[in-house]
């Protein structure tokens, strides 16, 4: 068997995320989403992104409620936005999803001063956006076939490491939640991580056969 995979390269970079619940109801929803992108491959280029989605029942966007994404490749995050993100598990039927504001960035940087932390911010005219890991955890590979990634028609690789704690900061007020552990890929992940090197391939009709 070839060790090169023939399939299409929808996109490869970094996707790093934080989902929050009310720590009143930890068995209830999420009630603060957000992702993180930095890719280097894509039909769209390269760009990063923060999505924040702090009231996913609400079908508004910012500054109505703090649903809102900060890029600075608008064409990318549309692309993500319409097909990758809405077949995430936490974002699937988010009634807020398809109504982010979208914000041109024009600013921002990465923290990764410290090995057990790990920063993001992005910032558009008038609003900032940053995502805060800390308690980074050991890192782990995973290789998921089309039965299981979340669009159920790519293979996709990434290298993920949760984190004890997550912080979504909009103009440098934390929206509310707590991180959990949960099940993920049959093992266990915090509701915090960081996904490295993560890659969607697409089967080509021979990879299918």
């Known amino acids: 068997m070839s060790i090169i995979n023939p399939g299409v390269v929808s996109w490869?970079?970094?996707?790093?995320?934080?989902?929050?619940?009310?720590p009143a109801h930890l068995s209830g929803p999420w009630i603060t989403l957000a992702l993180y992108f930095k890719v280097v491959i894509s039909p769209f280029g390269r760009g990063r992104g923060i999505l924040v989605i702090g009231a996913p029942d609400t079908p508004a966007g910012y500054p109505e409620v703090p649903n809102l994404c900060i890029?600075?490749?608008?064409p990318l995050m549309r692309y993500l936005l319409g097909e990758f993100v809405p077949?995430?598990?936490?974002?699937?039927?988010?009634p807020a999803l398809s109504h982010v504001s979208l914000?041109?960035?024009?600013?921002?940087?990465?923290?990764?001063s410290?090995?057990?932390r790990w920063g993001e911010t992005l910032k558009a005219d008038?609003?900032?956006?940053?995502?805060?890991?800390?308690g980074l955890q050991q890192p782990f590979a995973a290789?998921?076939?089309?039965d299981l990634s979340a669009t159920g028609k790519h293979q996709m690789y990434s290298v993920f490491q949760g984190a004890d704690r997550g912080?979504?900061?909009?103009?440098?007020?934390?929206?509310?939640?707590?991180?959990?552990?949960?099940?993920?890929?049959?093992?266990?992940?915090?509701?915090?991580?960081?996904?490295?090197?993560?890659s969607w391939v697409e089967p080509t009709g021979d990879a299918r056969e």
């Open 71 to 74: 890029a600075d490749n608008l």
């Open 167 to 198: 912080e979504i900061l909009l103009n440098g007020q934390g929206l509310p939640g707590v991180v959990i552990e949960r099940d993920f890929l049959g093992g266990r992940l915090n509701s915090a991580f960081l996904a490295f090197a993560e």
């Open 143 to 146: 290789d998921v076939g089309p």
């Open 87 to 94: 077949c995430f598990g936490a974002f699937r039927n988010v």
């Open 12 to 22: 490869s970079g970094e996707n790093p995320g934080i989902y929050l619940k009310d």
């Open 114 to 116: 410290e090995q057990s």
């Open 103 to 112: 914000h041109q960035a024009s600013g921002g940087g990465s923290d990764t």
């Open 126 to 134: 008038g609003v900032e956006l940053t995502l805060n890991w800390s």
